[in-house]
């Protein structure tokens, strides 16, 4: 496609049954929002679509949970999580909601436009039921069995575990999450998408077609996909909360979360378009339109495999041109968790960090998982706050915006002669625009937010080198042009940084006394994107500028250290949640028990066992002699760690030989619920050796 005449840019839609953390806002919404806000910048026609997903099973049991409608459950969420967007700076120019009418009329008029046309096949298949809720049971009401990995606590319609797409019916040992009753099979009508006939077009489209566009982890997803085989997939599902299938027969079933939730972008068109008065079809319908979903990887299948074969079996819809797809982002290590408190939530960070938005967009543009999964640390989210925005960025535009008050009274100066230095320096500015430019175009969003740091970065280094507080003192018309050639790197950055950080660009803009396209002040300077690079000044002299104020400010160890105690506070209380104490076994008498030789003892040495992981070949001193013991402690525990340590001892085991070691007893140990093994030891002092323990 040659120049679009007009951008569609989508949002994947948030599931409302709880709000939004940082994960969503690194894999989806910031680079979405950086790329939509570049291309109002350099004045292009541009739809920012999003709204809430409403539909589906988690949200009914969530209900079912809290004993209230479905409705109440994403009526709420839905207003938590619109809320974060805006208070994020994320510029959606329309966010809807999948339970509003404007989407149940565009989904179900899309739904028998197909069944008009022919294009789904009708089944009756069994599916599970349960007999004492009198239902069918959707995918996620059936737990059971993994059948690949054996995981028992697999969902109907995937394994959690080891990330099998499955069918209810693909269960070992099934039981109803309703009732825990093992359900029945009973024969059930819907209709499927046979994703099977739209294979040849999709190895067209998107093998031969994007592979060398599409980022790798997306086209080598889609790929393994078309190589599997595609099959037919249901479009409907028995159950009483969504769109209701609008055909006969469609009596007491909705049409499939996955098959709405897409058809919710165009919905949101509509809505949007209606609004500000605009035909919403040619930003779905014409061929000059550049439509681009953004998603994280756990949707790619929706959008480039199941989305584009019901929007070619329509026929009138264009077929997006890119799908950048992010990765996961994990926290401290770990994957997020929204079940186990192992998140970010954008509405505690923002009690917790008021003000700061831009510092948590920042950092997760940084560390963005593009390509591979990424890890979001509170220490990195410090230093590239502290050693990069407050350092670099602010601390440049802090130093032009104080010299200048303190010098001109906050007017630019007139320019002396150039230098060669100041000539280099605004061939550079000038450059920055396309280079970062080149970097957003390409999905590069990391990549593009360090250029805007190099511009930054070449502004310190511009006043360090010029350093107009001693050029003062001696040379006047130098330092003169010396603060102008500074304040136009700042203004630059004014405009530059607006995709980034938006609260920073405006707050930067009123310091500069400098506009934007909505600006109502008379005779107001206005800087587009393209203005850096062709306009030959862009803060002219003679310009009052404002006061300086601190752009950014320093965060402290105390602060990120009350982070990193909440989440080992949910760390600990998931493992309490989770621990599993092993059943009593069957009961012994006295006799027995003291039939049991156990004495306090201490580890004189230790050393690994040649070959092994688990094993440690330790000299224990019992008090009754010196003796070897072989323990499988070696994972948990280093030979240094342990050597010197009291421990308990049932010195009357059986002798038995392991690797070709004889090892005469045995140490007492417990295990965590992280699975790390713990001495079951004698602390205090006055307990010797040798003493028995009963």
Not at 539 to 565: C, R, V, Y
């Amino acid at each position: 496609m040659s120049t679009p005449k007009r951008y569609t840019i989508t949002t994947a839609l948030p599931y409302t049954n709880g709000p939004i953390h940082i994960g969503h806002l690194a894999g989806v919404y910031v680079p979405a929002d950086i790329y939509a806000r570049y291309l109002r910048l350099t004045g292009n026609d541009v739809a920012l679509i999003g709204g809430s997903d409403e539909h589906g099973v988690p949200i009914t049991i969530k209900a079912k949970k809290e004993g209230v409608s479905p409705q109440d459950i994403v009526d709420k969420y839905h207003a938590i999580i619109k809320k974060s967007f805006e208070d994020f700076g994320i510029s959606f120019d329309n966010y809807s909601r999948t339970s509003a009418k404007i989407h149940h009329e565009t989904a179900s008029e899309f739904f028998k436009t197909l069944y008009d046309k022919g294009e789904f096949i009708e089944e009756t298949t069994e599916q599970l039921y349960d007999e004492e809720a009198n239902q069918f049971l959707a995918d996620r009401f059936v737990t059971g069995t993994c059948p690949k990995c054996g995981n028992e606590e697999a969902y109907g319609d995937q394994c959690e575990n080891c990330g099998t797409s499955l069918n209810a019916t693909d269960l070992i040992n099934p039981k109803s999450a309703l009732t825990g009753n093992v359900p029945t099979l009973k024969e059930t009508k819907h209709w499927f998408l046979p994703l099977d006939k739209h294979e040849a077009f999709l190895k067209e489209w998107i093998l031969k077609g994007h592979k060398k566009d599409w980022k790798p982890n997306v086209y080598g997803q889609v790929k393994s996909w078309i190589d599997d085989g595609l099959r037919p997939r249901a479009v409907t599902r028995d159950l009483d909360w969504g769109i209701p299938v609008p055909v006969e027969g469609g009596e007491g079933k909705v049409l499939y979360v996955w098959f709405d939730a897409p058809i919710g972008y165009i919905s949101s068109t509509i809505e949007w378009a209606k609004r500000v008065g605009k035909d919403w079809e040619p930003y779905w319908k014409d061929k000059d339109t550049k439509l681009v979903h953004f998603i994280g990887k756990d949707n790619i299948v929706f959008h480039c495999i199941i989305f584009p074969s019901m929007l070619k079996a329509e026929g009138s819809y264009i077929l997006p041109d890119n799908v950048p797809a992010n990765e996961f982002l994990n926290l401290e290590g770990n994957k997020l968790s929204t079940s186990k408190n192992w998140a970010v939530w954008l509405p505690e960070y923002l009690e917790e960090f008021p003000n700061q938005q831009d510092v948590l967009r920042y950092v997760l543009t940084a560390n963005a998982p593009e390509t591979k999964d990424n890890d979001f640390t509170w220490k990195d989210f410090q230093a590239r706050n502290n050693n990069e925005l407050v350092a670099i960025f602010g601390n440049f535009i802090n130093r032009v915006v104080v010299l200048t008050n303190k010098y001109y009274e906050g007017v630019v100066p007139e320019s002396a002669e150039f230098l060669k230095v100041d000539e280099e320096t605004l061939a550079a500015v000038k450059a920055y625009p396309d280079v970062i430019a080149s970097s957003i175009e390409r999905y590069r969003f990391r990549e593009a937010g360090q250029e805007l740091m190099n511009l930054a970065r070449l502004g310190n280094k511009y006043l360090a080198d010029a350093e107009p507080w001693k050029m003062v003192k001696v040379d006047e018309a130098r330092t003169k042009t010396i603060m102008y050639v500074a304040l136009q790197i700042a203004s630059a950055l004014a405009t530059l940084s607006e995709p980034f950080l938006p609260f920073t660009s405006t707050k930067l803009k009123g310091i500069l006394s400098v506009g934007s396209s909505d600006s109502t002040q008379e005779n107001c300077i206005e800087n587009t994107w393209n203005d850096i690079s062709t306009k030959e000044v862009l803060l002219p002299a003679g310009h009052q500028i404002g006061k300086a104020e601190l752009l950014f400010s320093k965060i402290e160890d105390e602060t990120i250290q009350k982070q990193l105690d909440k989440l080992e506070a949910s760390k600990k209380a998931n493992e309490a949640a989770n621990k599993v104490v092993e059943p009593q076994k069957e009961t012994i008498t006295f006799e027995d028990f003291t039939k049991l030789d156990i004495r306090v003892g201490t580890i004189l040495e230790a050393e690994k066992m040649p070959k092994t992981k688990k094993l440690l070949v330790l000299k224990v001193d019992t008090g009754i002699d010196t003796r070897t013991i072989v323990s499988g402690i070696a994972e948990s525990f280093t030979p240094e760690e342990v050597v010197g340590k009291k421990v308990t001892v049932l010195v009357n085991l059986a002798p038995r030989k392991l690797r070709g070691v004889e090892s005469q007893g045995m140490i007492l140990m417990t295990e965590t619920p992280g699975g790390k093994l713990v001495f079951v030891n004698p602390d205090d002092e006055k307990v010797n050796n040798g003493l028995q323990v009963s």
